[in-house]
C-alpha cells in the first residue's frame, strides 16, 4: 500500500466531503455557464430582431429582405448552432417587437430559453398571461412541454383571473393572506391522472400518490409532499386522517388538502377546520405559519361555499378539479383555435 492509499483511507470521510463539494461546485459551474450561455443567445436573437425591424423601417425593406439575410448568415456561419433560418429571423424579430416597450418582460425573458420564449410568444397574446407563464418558467423551471401544458390548461386563467373563494383574509395576517391567494388556484386539472368519472375519492387520492410529481407541479411552485392518509391522535385519543398533506415552502404553512367527490357541503369546511386545529398544535413547528386547508369538489356552489366558511377562524379555501381536459364554460370560449394563432402571426410578419 503506497503512502497516497493510506492517507485517502485514514482520512476517507474527509476526502468524501472534499469529493462532495467539488461535485456540487462543478454541478453549480454548469448551471450557472448554461444561464449565461442562455442569456447570451437571448441577447444576440433580440439585437438581431432590432437590426432588421430599424432596417426596414429606414430603408423600407420588404419581407424578402428577411429571407435573404437568413440565408447569407446561413452561409457565413454553417453548423453555429444559433439556428438563422428565415422563420428564426422572423421569430426574433416578433420577439423584439413584442416586448421592446415592456422593459419589465424584457428582464424576464431574458432569464428563460428560447424555446420556452417561442411557446410563450406564439400561444399567449394577453401580456398579462405573459407575464405570469414567464414568470412561473422562470420560477418552477417548467421545460416546454409542461409549459405548452399549463397554457393549453389555461393556468393563468384559473390561477390569476377566476375569483377563488377561501377566508384567507380574515384568517391570517395580510402579507400571509396575499401570498396564499396567489398560491391557490380556483380550479385544479388533475388530468394528467388518466382517471375518468365516475371515480371513487380512494381512486383519486391513489392516482394523485402514484403520480405525485404531476400533482405538485399543478399545485405550483415550492410544494413538499409529506404524505396521504396522514393520521392524527387528538388528546383525548380521538384518529383522524388526512387525505394528503403538504408543505409549502413560499408559504412556510402545512397544507391540508381534502378530496371530495360530487358537490361541496357545508360540513365539509367544520371538519376542516377540526383537523386544522389538530394540525397546528400537535403537528406544526413553532417557527412554521399556521396551517391551511384546502378542500377539492368535483363541483361546488359559490353561495353555500361562502356561508360555510363565513365565521370560521383557520384559513381554509375551496376549489373544483377536472379529471378531463375540458374546461369550464366561462374558460372555454377564451382559447384561440389554430386557424386564429395562425392568422395572428402571419399579420405580424406582415
Known sequence: MTKDNVIITSNMDEYKQLLESTKAQVLATRINVARYACKEQLDLYW???????????KYGWG???????????????????????PRNIWDMRRFYLAYKDLPNMRRLVAEIPWGQNLTILTKVKDDGARKYYLESTKKCSWTRPVLAMQIESQAYERHVLQNKQHNFEHSLPEHL?????????????????????????AQLEKAMVDKIQDVM????????????????????????????????????????????I????????????????????LVKEEWENPSIGIILCSEKNHIDVEYALRGIDKPMGVSEFRLS?????????????????????LKELE
Open 47 to 57: 439585437w438581431i430582431g432590432e437590426q432588421i425591424t430599424l432596417a426596414q423601417e
Open 63 to 85: 419581407k424578402s429582405v428577411v429571407n435573404i439575410f437568413a440565408l447569407d448568415l446561413t452561409k457565413i456561419f454553417p453548423g453555429s448552432g444559433f439556428g438563422f433560418s
Open 177 to 201: 393572506a396575499q401570498q396564499a391567494d396567489k398560491t391557490m388556484k380556483n380550479i385544479y386539472m388533475l388530468d394528467t391522472l388518466g382517471l375518468t368519472k365516475p371515480v371513487l375519492e
Open 217 to 260: 407541479l399543478e399545485l405550483g411552485y415550492g410544494f413538499t409532499f409529506i404524505g396521504n392518509q396522514y393520521r392524527i391522535v387528538s388528546p383525548s385519543g380521538t384518529e383522524s386522517v388526512i387525505d394528503l398533506l403538504f408543505f409549502s415552502r413560499p408559504l412556510q404553512a402545512l397544507i391540508a388538502l381534502e378530496l371530495k
Open 262 to 281: 360530487g358537490a361541496f357541503k357545508p360540513e365539509y369546511a367544520g371538519k376542516m377546520n377540526y383537523y386544522l386545529n389538530l394540525l397546528d398544535d
Open 325 to 345: 381536459k375540458n374546461l369550464p364554460q366561462e374558460l372555454s370560449n377564451k382559447i384561440p383555435n389554430a386557424q386564429i394563432l395562425e392568422a395572428a402571426i
